[in-house]
Nanobody
Framework: QLQLVESGGDLVQPGGSLRLSCAASGFTLDNYAIGWFRQVPGKEREGVSC????????KYTESVKGRFTISRDNAKNTLYLQMNNLKPEDTAVYYCAAELRRGNCKLADTYYNTWGQGTQVTVSS
């Protein structure tokens, strides 16, 4: 059974940093595209970053470029999202999602079939 479990969400002050983790089980990350998404109540889910199964394709939404970094530890079968210089508008529930694709990834939630339960990130002073 494919499963994703996010962790690392917390309350942080503006300008602070967090690292989110997405632990995968039931499959190996290097065969799957993984995306990070976030959602605020009352708003649509937004694609934040993604990485292809091969690792050669990485994408970021414009608002996080230069601040967020996606990475993967194949030995631990875990994906990370390093978030620096956090802003109040980054506050959301963050989800990771997986789809069996090696050659590409997309920031569209319809691209993915397996989702984690989410982790809350709150940026506030």
């Amino acid at each position: 059974q494919l499963q994703l479990v996010e962790s690392g969400g917390d309350l942080v002050q503006p300008g602070g940093s967090l690292r989110l983790s997405c632990a995968a089980s039931g499959f190996t990350l290097d065969n799957y595209a993984i995306g990070w998404f976030r959602q605020v109540p009352g708003k649509e889910r937004e694609g934040v970053s993604c990485i292809s199964g091969s690792g050669f394709i990485i994408k970021y939404t414009e608002s996080v470029k230069g601040r967020f970094t996606i990475s993967r530890d194949n030995a631990k079968n875990t994906l990370y999202l390093q978030m620096n210089n956090l802003k109040p508008e980054d506050t959301a529930v963050y989800y990771c999602a997986a789809e069996l694709r090696r050659g590409n990834c997309k920031l569209a939630d319809t691209y993915y079939n397996t989702w984690g339960q989410g982790t809350q990130v709150t940026v506030s002073s």
